[in-house]
């Protein structure tokens, strides 16, 4: 049996941002976050010269960066910040 995806939560500053987008970047969000809940090591470590900072990645799709830390004892994303250029 395989186990439950990674569940998600957003810092407070990232759920400000996140109420302000279009809905077609929200989606992507969504589907970056999906992505990231199933496999969380699936994207690049936000700083590789961090020798502590392996729970902390960095997802880019086309304008839209998330970074999210990895919280293995509790099965949770934090979504620290997103980032839409448009």
Do not use: C
């Not at 810092?11 to 302000?20: C, Y």
């Not at 960095?58 to 949770?76: D, I, K």
């Amino acid at each position: 049996m395989s186990e439950q995806p990674y569940a998600v939560r957003f810092s407070a500053p990232a759920a400000k941002v996140l109420d302000t987008l279009p809905e077609h970047v929200e989606d992507t969000v969504w589907s970056v976050l999906d992505a990231a809940a199933d496999a969380p090591w699936g994207f690049r470590q936000w700083n590789t010269d961090d020798p502590d900072g392996e729970d902390i990645r960095h997802a880019s799709v086309g304008q839209l960066s998330l970074t999210y830390w990895v919280n293995r004892p509790l099965r949770r994303l934090s979504v620290l910040t997103i980032t839409w250029l448009g």
